[in-house]
Protein backbone atom coordinates (compact mmCIF):
# COMPACT_ATOMS: atom_id res chain seq x y z
CA UNK A 1 0.00 0.00 0.00
CA UNK A 2 0.93 3.63 -0.48
CA UNK A 3 -0.38 6.52 1.25
CA UNK A 4 0.29 10.26 1.44
CA UNK A 5 -0.39 13.33 3.86
CA UNK A 6 -1.82 15.98 1.69
CA UNK A 7 -3.01 19.97 1.98
CA UNK A 8 -6.96 19.48 0.93
CA UNK A 9 -8.00 22.14 -1.43
CA UNK A 10 -11.13 21.66 0.08
CA UNK A 11 -10.82 23.44 3.44
CA UNK A 12 -6.68 23.26 3.55
CA UNK A 13 -6.11 21.23 5.93
CA UNK A 14 -4.15 17.91 6.23
CA UNK A 15 -5.66 14.74 4.78
CA UNK A 16 -4.43 11.66 4.76
CA UNK A 17 -4.88 9.89 1.41
CA UNK A 18 -4.01 6.22 -0.27
CA UNK A 19 -2.37 6.18 -3.60
CA UNK A 20 -4.57 4.62 -6.48
CA UNK A 21 -3.76 4.37 -9.76
CA UNK A 22 -1.99 7.79 -10.08
CA UNK A 23 -4.94 9.11 -7.89
CA UNK A 24 -5.04 10.39 -4.37
CA UNK A 25 -8.33 9.38 -2.96
CA UNK A 26 -8.91 11.44 0.10
CA UNK A 27 -9.50 8.97 3.22
CA UNK A 28 -12.80 9.54 5.06
CA UNK A 29 -11.24 8.59 8.27
CA UNK A 30 -10.26 11.05 10.50
CA UNK A 31 -7.12 8.82 11.35
CA UNK A 32 -3.34 10.19 10.50
CA UNK A 33 -0.97 7.86 9.03
CA UNK A 34 0.60 7.71 12.42
CA UNK A 35 -2.24 5.99 14.33
CA UNK A 36 -3.31 3.60 11.24
CA UNK A 37 0.66 2.39 11.71
CA UNK A 38 -0.03 1.95 15.21
CA UNK A 39 -3.00 -0.25 13.96
CA UNK A 40 -0.82 -2.92 12.31
CA UNK A 41 -1.19 -3.90 8.18
CA UNK A 42 -4.76 -5.11 8.74
CA UNK A 43 -6.09 -2.29 9.81
CA UNK A 44 -4.04 0.03 6.95
CA UNK A 45 -5.98 -2.19 4.48
CA UNK A 46 -9.05 -2.21 6.02
CA UNK A 47 -8.63 1.83 5.78
CA UNK A 48 -6.78 1.65 2.54
CA UNK A 49 -10.07 -0.36 0.83
CA UNK A 50 -12.49 2.48 2.99
CA UNK A 51 -10.28 5.34 0.80
CA UNK A 52 -10.28 3.86 -2.36
CA UNK A 53 -14.19 2.47 -2.43
CA UNK A 54 -15.77 5.78 -0.38
CA UNK A 55 -12.90 8.67 -1.08
CA UNK A 56 -14.00 11.98 0.14
CA UNK A 57 -12.15 13.82 -3.11
CA UNK A 58 -9.77 12.76 -5.44
CA UNK A 59 -6.61 14.42 -6.70
CA UNK A 60 -4.45 13.63 -9.56
CA UNK A 61 -1.49 12.70 -7.74
CA UNK A 62 1.07 15.57 -9.28
CA UNK A 63 -1.59 18.38 -8.29
CA UNK A 64 -1.82 17.08 -4.64
CA UNK A 65 0.78 19.72 -1.86
CA UNK A 66 2.30 16.59 0.27
CA UNK A 67 3.07 17.42 3.22
CA UNK A 68 5.21 14.91 5.53
CA UNK A 69 3.92 11.57 5.71
CA UNK A 70 3.74 11.71 9.61
CA UNK A 71 4.44 14.58 12.18
CA UNK A 72 6.99 13.35 14.59
CA UNK A 73 6.89 14.05 18.47
CA UNK A 74 10.21 13.13 19.20
CA UNK A 75 13.79 13.83 18.18
CA UNK A 76 14.21 11.71 14.88
CA UNK A 77 17.52 9.51 14.75
CA UNK A 78 19.06 10.00 11.51
CA UNK A 79 22.45 8.54 10.23
CA UNK A 80 24.08 10.06 7.13
CA UNK A 81 27.15 8.27 5.81
CA UNK A 82 29.40 8.31 9.46
CA UNK A 83 27.55 11.15 11.17
CA UNK A 84 24.51 11.00 13.25
CA UNK A 85 22.29 13.85 14.12
CA UNK A 86 19.03 13.98 16.04
CA UNK A 87 16.22 16.27 14.72
CA UNK A 88 14.25 18.03 16.27
CA UNK A 89 10.15 17.96 15.45
CA UNK A 90 9.83 21.61 14.42
CA UNK A 91 12.85 20.90 11.52
CA UNK A 92 10.88 18.30 10.04
CA UNK A 93 9.11 18.74 6.33
CA UNK A 94 7.12 17.89 3.60
CA UNK A 95 8.86 17.52 0.02
CA UNK A 96 6.92 20.04 -1.20
CA UNK A 97 7.58 22.50 1.38
CA UNK A 98 10.19 25.27 1.19
CA UNK A 99 13.98 24.59 1.58
CA UNK A 100 15.70 27.15 3.63
CA UNK A 101 18.43 28.76 1.90
CA UNK A 102 20.64 28.25 3.94
CA UNK A 103 20.73 24.29 2.91
CA UNK A 104 23.85 23.49 0.74
CA UNK A 105 24.54 19.78 1.07
CA UNK A 106 21.42 17.22 1.06
CA UNK A 107 22.05 13.90 2.33
CA UNK A 108 19.31 11.27 0.81
CA UNK A 109 18.06 7.79 1.85
CA UNK A 110 15.44 5.81 3.34
CA UNK A 111 13.03 6.63 6.83
CA UNK A 112 11.98 3.53 8.32
CA UNK A 113 8.64 4.01 10.37
CA UNK A 114 7.72 2.36 13.53
CA UNK A 115 4.36 0.87 13.68
CA UNK A 116 1.37 -1.58 15.20
CA UNK A 117 3.87 -3.95 13.14
CA UNK A 118 7.07 -3.55 14.19
CA UNK A 119 10.16 -0.94 13.85
CA UNK A 120 10.12 -1.16 10.19
CA UNK A 121 6.06 -1.16 9.41
CA UNK A 122 6.67 1.66 6.74
CA UNK A 123 9.17 3.76 4.52
CA UNK A 124 9.40 6.84 3.14
CA UNK A 125 12.47 8.54 1.02
CA UNK A 126 14.10 10.94 4.02
CA UNK A 127 16.68 13.64 2.93
CA UNK A 128 18.53 16.17 5.58
CA UNK A 129 19.39 19.63 4.53
CA UNK A 130 22.63 21.00 5.74
CA UNK A 131 24.48 24.46 5.88
CA UNK A 132 28.24 24.85 4.48
CA UNK A 133 29.25 24.94 7.86
CA UNK A 134 27.49 21.03 8.06
CA UNK A 135 25.19 21.69 10.69
CA UNK A 136 21.57 19.73 9.98
CA UNK A 137 19.08 22.65 9.20
CA UNK A 138 16.07 20.55 8.14
CA UNK A 139 15.15 16.94 7.22
CA UNK A 140 12.50 16.31 4.39
CA UNK A 141 10.35 13.59 4.41
CA UNK A 142 8.39 11.62 1.70
CA UNK A 143 5.49 12.32 -0.42
CA UNK A 144 4.99 8.75 -0.48
CA UNK A 145 4.76 6.08 2.62
CA UNK A 146 4.95 2.54 1.58
CA UNK A 147 4.22 -0.23 3.81
CA UNK A 148 6.95 -2.09 4.26
CA UNK A 149 5.37 -5.57 2.61
CA UNK A 150 5.84 -3.64 -0.76
CA UNK A 151 9.57 -3.60 -0.53
CA UNK A 152 10.26 -6.93 1.51
CA UNK A 153 13.49 -8.24 0.38
CA UNK A 154 14.16 -5.60 -1.98
CA UNK A 155 17.11 -3.55 -2.28
CA UNK A 156 15.92 0.39 -2.56
CA UNK A 157 18.23 2.01 -5.22
CA UNK A 158 19.06 6.19 -4.62
CA UNK A 159 19.89 8.57 -6.93
CA UNK A 160 20.24 12.24 -7.13
CA UNK A 161 21.03 14.92 -10.06
CA UNK A 162 20.58 18.36 -11.08
CA UNK A 163 19.81 19.63 -14.33
CA UNK A 164 19.69 15.84 -15.57
CA UNK A 165 23.39 15.31 -14.43
CA UNK A 166 23.92 12.86 -11.53
CA UNK A 167 25.58 13.64 -8.47
CA UNK A 168 25.27 11.00 -6.07
CA UNK A 169 24.05 7.13 -6.57
CA UNK A 170 23.53 4.46 -3.03
CA UNK A 171 22.15 1.71 -1.93
CA UNK A 172 19.67 0.89 1.21
CA UNK A 173 18.56 -2.48 2.44
CA UNK A 174 15.43 -2.11 4.12
CA UNK A 175 16.57 -4.49 6.56
CA UNK A 176 19.43 -2.57 7.70
CA UNK A 177 19.72 -2.51 11.57
CA UNK A 178 19.87 1.12 12.24
CA UNK A 179 16.72 1.22 10.63
CA UNK A 180 14.80 -1.57 12.19
CA UNK A 181 16.45 -1.34 15.98
CA UNK A 182 16.44 1.43 18.46
CA UNK A 183 14.20 4.25 19.76
CA UNK A 184 11.82 6.87 17.70
CA UNK A 185 8.93 6.15 15.31
CA UNK A 186 11.03 7.64 12.60
CA UNK A 187 14.68 6.39 12.12
CA UNK A 188 16.69 7.46 8.77
CA UNK A 189 19.67 6.22 7.09
CA UNK A 190 20.95 8.20 4.76
CA UNK A 191 24.31 7.32 2.51
CA UNK A 192 23.76 9.85 -0.20
CA UNK A 193 25.58 13.00 -0.48
CA UNK A 194 25.38 15.52 -2.68
CA UNK A 195 28.30 18.12 -3.84
CA UNK A 196 27.54 21.50 -2.33
CA UNK A 197 24.44 23.10 -4.17
CA UNK A 198 23.54 26.92 -4.60
CA UNK A 199 20.66 28.53 -3.94
CA UNK A 200 17.62 27.62 -6.67
CA UNK A 201 19.24 24.54 -7.72
CA UNK A 202 17.15 21.74 -8.56
CA UNK A 203 17.42 18.60 -7.04
CA UNK A 204 15.53 15.52 -8.04
CA UNK A 205 15.53 12.67 -6.28
CA UNK A 206 14.69 8.75 -7.71
CA UNK A 207 14.33 6.20 -4.39
CA UNK A 208 13.71 3.31 -6.63
CA UNK A 209 10.73 1.85 -5.12
CA UNK A 210 9.95 4.05 -3.10
CA UNK A 211 9.18 7.19 -5.51
CA UNK A 212 10.79 10.30 -6.80
CA UNK A 213 10.49 14.21 -6.27
CA UNK A 214 11.93 17.31 -6.49
CA UNK A 215 13.11 20.22 -4.68
CA UNK A 216 14.41 23.31 -5.17
CA UNK A 217 17.16 24.84 -2.89
CA UNK A 218 16.36 28.05 -1.34
CA UNK A 219 12.48 27.82 -2.80
CA UNK A 220 10.05 29.93 -0.82
CA UNK A 221 6.75 28.26 -3.10
Do not use: K
Amino acid sequence: MRWVTYLSPSGGGQRVGALDDGDVMGSPGPEGLGELLDGGHEAMEAAYARAVDGAIEIIVEPEARMCAPVTPTALVPVRAGDREFEIHPELVRGVDDAVLPEARTACVGVAALAGGDGPASAYTPACLWLDAAGHAVQLSLGPVLTTADEVAGRTVELSTSVDDLENGRGLIAPGHGWLTSGPGRVRALLPVTTPALEENDELFVDAGDLGTFEVRVGSQV
